[in-house]
Protein backbone atom coordinates (compact mmCIF):
# COMPACT_ATOMS: atom_id res chain seq x y z
CA UNK A 1 0.00 0.00 0.00
CA UNK A 2 2.03 2.56 -1.35
CA UNK A 3 0.15 5.85 -1.51
CA UNK A 4 -2.03 6.26 1.24
CA UNK A 5 -3.56 9.64 0.93
CA UNK A 6 -6.15 7.96 -1.24
CA UNK A 7 -7.44 5.86 1.05
CA UNK A 8 -11.01 6.36 2.45
CA UNK A 9 -9.81 5.69 6.40
CA UNK A 10 -13.32 6.21 7.54
CA UNK A 11 -14.89 3.34 5.11
CA UNK A 12 -11.97 0.85 6.41
CA UNK A 13 -13.01 1.97 10.01
CA UNK A 14 -16.42 0.56 9.81
CA UNK A 15 -15.77 -2.13 8.50
CA UNK A 16 -17.35 -5.03 10.03
CA UNK A 17 -13.95 -7.35 9.65
CA UNK A 18 -11.72 -4.27 10.65
CA UNK A 19 -14.16 -3.56 14.32
CA UNK A 20 -13.68 -7.59 14.75
CA UNK A 21 -9.80 -6.98 14.49
CA UNK A 22 -9.92 -4.17 17.07
CA UNK A 23 -11.98 -5.44 19.51
CA UNK A 24 -10.12 -9.51 19.64
CA UNK A 25 -6.94 -6.57 19.85
CA UNK A 26 -7.87 -4.49 22.26
CA UNK A 27 -9.39 -7.76 24.44
CA UNK A 28 -6.61 -9.66 23.95
CA UNK A 29 -3.86 -6.56 24.73
CA UNK A 30 -5.92 -5.63 27.71
CA UNK A 31 -6.09 -9.20 29.49
CA UNK A 32 -1.94 -9.29 28.80
CA UNK A 33 -1.76 -5.79 30.43
CA UNK A 34 -3.92 -6.80 33.68
CA UNK A 35 -1.88 -10.17 33.88
CA UNK A 36 1.33 -8.41 33.27
CA UNK A 37 0.65 -5.64 35.81
CA UNK A 38 -1.22 -7.73 38.33
CA UNK A 39 1.93 -10.27 38.31
CA UNK A 40 4.50 -6.51 38.42
CA UNK A 41 2.95 -5.42 41.33
CA UNK A 42 2.63 -8.54 43.38
CA UNK A 43 6.93 -8.11 43.68
CA UNK A 44 6.58 -4.87 45.75
CA UNK A 45 3.29 -5.67 47.76
CA UNK A 46 5.02 -9.08 48.45
CA UNK A 47 8.33 -7.91 49.60
CA UNK A 48 5.92 -5.09 51.75
CA UNK A 49 3.68 -7.32 53.28
CA UNK A 50 4.69 -11.17 53.15
CA UNK A 51 8.54 -10.60 54.16
CA UNK A 52 9.32 -14.05 55.83
CA UNK A 53 7.51 -15.66 52.33
CA UNK A 54 10.05 -13.45 50.78
CA UNK A 55 13.57 -13.94 53.11
CA UNK A 56 13.26 -18.01 52.65
CA UNK A 57 16.55 -19.43 51.30
CA UNK A 58 15.49 -21.53 48.40
CA UNK A 59 19.62 -22.17 47.40
CA UNK A 60 23.00 -20.32 49.02
CA UNK A 61 22.17 -16.21 49.37
CA UNK A 62 18.68 -17.04 46.55
CA UNK A 63 15.86 -16.27 48.27
CA UNK A 64 12.45 -16.55 47.19
CA UNK A 65 12.24 -12.62 46.40
CA UNK A 66 15.32 -13.00 44.69
CA UNK A 67 13.87 -15.59 42.41
CA UNK A 68 10.72 -13.51 42.05
CA UNK A 69 12.36 -10.54 41.12
CA UNK A 70 14.01 -12.67 38.41
CA UNK A 71 10.62 -14.44 37.37
CA UNK A 72 9.34 -10.22 36.30
CA UNK A 73 12.14 -10.92 33.15
CA UNK A 74 10.66 -14.59 32.68
CA UNK A 75 7.10 -13.49 32.30
CA UNK A 76 7.77 -10.38 30.30
CA UNK A 77 9.64 -12.29 27.83
CA UNK A 78 6.71 -15.40 28.01
CA UNK A 79 4.08 -12.26 27.33
CA UNK A 80 6.32 -11.26 24.55
CA UNK A 81 6.71 -14.53 22.77
CA UNK A 82 2.92 -15.37 23.27
CA UNK A 83 1.70 -11.84 21.97
CA UNK A 84 4.07 -12.94 19.00
CA UNK A 85 2.46 -15.71 18.24
CA UNK A 86 -0.84 -14.75 18.74
CA UNK A 87 -0.59 -11.93 16.50
CA UNK A 88 1.14 -13.98 13.58
CA UNK A 89 -1.57 -16.38 13.63
CA UNK A 90 -4.52 -14.55 14.17
CA UNK A 91 -4.40 -10.62 13.95
CA UNK A 92 -1.52 -10.72 10.77
CA UNK A 93 -3.81 -12.80 8.26
CA UNK A 94 -6.87 -10.31 9.64
CA UNK A 95 -5.15 -7.33 9.34
CA UNK A 96 -3.58 -8.35 5.86
CA UNK A 97 -6.93 -9.24 4.38
CA UNK A 98 -8.57 -5.65 5.07
CA UNK A 99 -5.51 -4.25 3.33
CA UNK A 100 -5.70 -6.23 -0.08
CA UNK A 101 -9.85 -5.32 0.48
CA UNK A 102 -8.64 -1.70 0.45
CA UNK A 103 -6.07 -2.06 -2.32
CA UNK A 104 -8.75 -3.22 -4.37
CA UNK A 105 -11.05 -0.34 -3.63
CA UNK A 106 -8.36 1.87 -4.61
CA UNK A 107 -7.52 0.34 -7.78
CA UNK A 108 -11.04 0.64 -8.44
CA UNK A 109 -11.40 4.10 -7.80
CA UNK A 110 -8.41 5.22 -9.46
CA UNK A 111 -9.89 3.38 -12.99
Known amino acids: ?8 WKAIDSRPDFQELHS ?13 LVFYFLLPIGAAYFQE ?4 KVWGPV ?4 LFALLQFVVAWGIAWYYARRANS ?3 PMAAAIVRDAEKL ?3 KQK
Not at 24 to 36: E, H, I
Not at 53 to 56: A, H, P, V
Not at 63 to 66: M, P, S
Open 90 to 92: EFD
Open 24 to 36: KKVRFLTSLMVLS
Open 53 to 56: IYKI
Open 106 to 108: MRG
Open 1 to 8: MGDTSQVD
Open 63 to 66: NVGL
